[in-house]
């Protein structure tokens, strides 16, 4: 009847109004058709969390010192999970935190292979983030020990496999519409802990002029009709508010943030990743009151950062990904592999991961424990104003120390990749591990992020 399909002639009577106006209620009630056309802002989110608190005694992280079972539970950990995008193209996205000291690699793996039976996800699109707890179940030293006591915490380690698994897929069924935004505020409780005497090191401490990163950077997760689902913070802090005489259970200052920003906002799920603080700590330390007053303090920032402005992100993610093996012999090459081949975990395997949301933001994630200096030059050669820098990410075995702190010495370089792979002379490393990874992250960030 009529020429042109896409016209439809106006009926400008009242009734005709309102046939109209019940035709287009019909039509946005209409399942499947694309959100992105009325809001590009939307993709599908989803947000899980799970308690993974030992409910038995078992061997715990962090201090030499401790060598008995833990005493019971102070504070309950969790692990949570944000799962982005749909299963087309490249697939969704992933984050797990852990509030672990460390979720040893092939525990990761495991998971990331039960979870691949259920969705496509490829291991670019996979992070586990340790919250690197020190009074949490010590899984990395789980084969060590004998007895009662191995048979607690293998039976720990089947559990929490099983636990991630559940968050994750939990996390992917509960994809809805859903908003991404971020802002950056910033918190004051990590003090660098390296004391210096004649410029090197002789203890830790609370250094007032140290280096540190006090930046807290802040994504709000958010469905179609603008509801808080979940939110995922970053402080560059070492999660060891609690000591070596400690023998409890307890998520330290990252489980009280959780716990103050769910009691701010109930029903919402908080992820609490942990940036380049290898060499800071919470001051003050020593109790689980002192553990509370970081978490508030967080707690706080998120509430007043929460009143905007938020800068909304793109969508569509893009993840890069590849493993930097550091090889020390001049004569040799550093060689470099992008495949999706499963990863050795050797220590000398630096397994990085980035996300960028088009143009807008730029999730860096670093495995091990990484000190500041990492960060700082990371937001010095690159746009700082938009990049998200995490570490204890993949893998959580060693030191990555800068030529600042080899020159100073001490705890954190003796514990090094450095001094482990260098026979105890770190300074021989060349180039340093630090310009290798640094210049490692550039060819992962889009172009986008060079430059200012």
Same mark, same amino acid.
């Given at each position: 009847m009529f020429a042109n399909p896409s016209f439809v002639p106006v009926d400008c009577s009242l009734r005709g109004l309102y046939f109209s106006l019940i035709l287009l209620a019909v039509v946005l009630a209409i399942p499947g058709l694309p959100l992105a056309a009325e809001d590009p802002g939307l993709s599908p989110v989803g947000v899980a969390q799970i308690d993974i608190t030992p409910s038995y005694p078992v061997r715990m =992280?962090? =201090?030499a010192a401790r060598r008995t079972e833990s005493e019971g539970v102070a504070g309950r950990l969790q692990a949570a999970a944000l799962v982005l995008g749909d @299963?087309? /193209?490249e697939g969704p996205a992933v984050l797990l935190t852990v509030d672990s000291g460390v979720v040893p690699p092939e525990i990761r793996d495991e998971v990331l292979r039960r979870v691949r039976e259920q969705i496509p996800l490829q291991t670019a699109r996979f992070v586990l983030a340790n919250s690197h707890t020190h009074a949490g179940p010590n899984l990395r030293g789980r084969r060590q020990f004998e007895g009662s006591e191995r048979e607690r915490i293998e039976r720990y380690a089947g559990e929490l496999t099983d636990k991630l698994e559940q968050v994750v897929l939990a996390a992917a069924a509960a994809r809805q519409p859903g908003r991404l935004s971020w802002t950056q /505020?910033? !918190? /004051?409780?990590?003090?660098n802990r390296r004391v210096l005497r004649d410029g090197r090191w002789s203890g830790f401490g609370a250094v007032p002029d140290g280096a540190v990163d006090h930046r807290l950077p802040l994504l709000r997760v958010t469905d179609a009709q603008h509801e808080l689902l979940a939110l995922v913070v970053n402080y560059a802090c070492h999660n060891t508010t609690l000591r070596g005489n400690f023998v409890q259970i307890h998520g330290d200052w990252t489980g009280s943030a959780i716990r103050a920003i769910q009691a701010d906002h109930p029903g919402v799920i908080p992820l609490v990743t942990i940036g380049c603080g290898a060499d800071a700590d919470p001051h003050p330390h020593g109790t689980v009151e002192l553990c509370d007053q970081h978490g508030r303090a967080l707690a706080d920032e998120v509430n007043r950062l929460l009143a905007g402005p938020f800068q909304p992100l793109d969508p569509q993610l893009s993840s890069h990904h590849a493993v930097l093996e550091i090889v020390y012999q001049p *004569? +040799?090459?550093t060689a470099e592999s992008t495949s999706d081949r499963p990863v050795t975990h050797s220590?000398?395997? +630096?397994?990085?991961?980035v996300w960028a949301f088009g143009e807008d933001l730029a999730l860096i994630f670093l495995p091990h424990e990484v !000190? !500041? @200096?990492y960060a700082l030059r990371i937001q010095r050669d690159f746009d700082g104003s938009r990049l998200w820098i995490t570490a204890y990410c993949h893998d959580v075995a060693t030191y990555l120390v800068s030529p600042r702190l080899i020159e100073e010495g001490g705890y954190e370089v003796r514990s090094s990749l450095s001094y482990r792979l260098s026979g105890g002379e770190p *300074?021989? !490393?060349t180039p340093p591990i630090k310009q290798q990874l640094v210049e490692h992250v550039g060819r992962l960030l889009p172009a986008a992020f060079h430059s200012q």
């Open positions: =992280y962090g =201090y @299963d087309a /193209g /505020g910033t !918190v /004051g409780f990590a003090a *004569e +040799l090459p220590p000398s395997e +630096l397994e990085v991961t !000190v !500041v @200096d *300074e021989r !490393v």
